[in-house]
């Protein structure tokens, strides 16, 4: 009875991450609701990096308006890369 | 909390009000702040009192306290390895004030600090500084090699270090905008169901029965907004660890 009630708790812990760290999860614990909130959180936020940087770049510079469109692309893609980072975590080597 | 008149007034809630009265208004001391020092006074009455016993065998608010505690200490040591316990305060005290900040705004007329930008901004740069600075300091000038991975092509460099810097920038912002648009959608929710509630039974005893569909679904959103307050402190501590070990192992 004793081990069945163990099992059971250490099925749910798992089921919602508590545990995540015996098997070898690696940040992305959450489920598809963690993963899709944070996708698209990653994708504008460095998306807005990039307009501002390169905004701020003009007015500085005066070369409005083409580090900003230069820059939105270059954020576009860092959001890109921030999504596959998230779904494909970076090997980390053995200590 | 009705709505004043027959509208849908979501907003409201986290608009900003001194308390304390003069003294209050003279400062700007806002209920915000009001509640930043409340979640600080809840953690440390946790700590101070829940550990008074020290007992072996833990009473409720002893094992309250150890179980945050070996919880937080958990994520660290897993998500940075050994020789990231020496960040455990760091984490810690984010952790728990964004869980009591979270928690403490689910309770009737308190007010969800960590539902405003600027609050969970600052944190993030703080979090954004800090691991910068660790970085540098463990790394020294290899900390700038982050920004160009080993083994590309050289004639890329143009594009992947911009494209780099931005990701890097990036993190505080989606770390704070994650934790301030997740409490503000629910406490929007919130409010807005609640006032079809009021809407529907202001209209006369017919229609009660149909301002029940709200009141249920608000029922079950004030726990999944529990489930959503808990996993924000979670999601924000953990990526706290992942950049903190990137900033201690760095590749």
């Known amino acids: 009875m004793a081990d069945e009630f163990d099992d059971r ?15 070898g999860g690696k ?20 998306l807005i990096v990039g307009v501002g940087l390169g905004f701020l770049l ?16 270059v954020g576009g893609a860092a959001g890109v890369m921030n999504i596959y980072r998230l779904f494909m975590p970076p090997k980390r080597p053995p200590k | 909390m009705a709505a004043e008149g027959p509208t849908i007034d979501a907003l409201s809630q986290f608009e900003l009000t001194p308390v304390f009265g003069a003294f209050g208004a003279a ?18 009455a946790l700590y101070v009192y829940g550990m008074r016993p020290r007992a072996v065998v833990p009473g409720r608010l002893q094992a ?16 940075v390895g050994e020789e990231g316990r020496r960040y455990f305060p760091f984490v810690f005290s984010l952790f728990a004030f964004i869980l009591f900040g979270n928690m403490l705004g689910m309770l009737p007329y308190a007010f969800t600090h960590t539902s405003h930008i600027a609050v969970t901004l600052t944190l993030a740069v ?15 000038l290899k900390f700038f090699g982050y920004f160009f991975p080993e083994g590309a092509p050289l004639w890329l460099a143009p594009i992947i270090i911009p494209v780099e810097i931005v990701s890097y920038i990036s993190r505080p912002i989606s770390l704070s905008i994650r934790l301030f648009a997740n409490m503000v959608a629910g406490h929007v929710m919130l409010k807005v169901f609640a006032t079809f509630v009021v809407l529907l039974g202001g209209l006369g005893a017919a229609w009660l029965p149909l301002a029940a569909l709200p009141l249920a679904i608000n029922v079950a959103l004030v726990g999944f907004e529990i489930l ?16 903190l070990h990137d900033a201690v192992h760095l590749h």
């Open chain 1, 58 to 73: 003009d007015r500085w510079l005066g070369t409005s308006p083409w580090l900003l469109m230069v820059m939105i692309l």
């Open chain 2, 64 to 79: 309250a306290a150890e179980m945050l505690h070996d919880f937080v200490l958990g994520l660290v040591t897993s998500q």
């Open chain 2, 126 to 140: 703080l979090v954004f500084l800090v691991t910068t600075i660790i970085a540098i300091r463990l790394h020294g």
């Open chain 2, 27 to 44: 400062v700007n001391f806002s209920q915000a702040n009001a509640f930043m020092l409340v979640s600080v006074a809840l953690i440390s």
């Open chain 1, 27 to 46: 940040g992305s614990v959450h489920g598809p609701w963690g993963f899709g909130l944070r996708a698209g959180v990653e994708l504008v936020s460095a």
């Open chain 2, 228 to 243: 959503v307050a808990f996993l924000q402190a979670y999601v924000f501590a953990i990526l706290t660890c992942i950049y």
């Open chain 1, 9 to 23: 708790l250490r099925k749910a812990r798992t089921r919602h991450g508590l545990d995540a760290a015996e098997n």
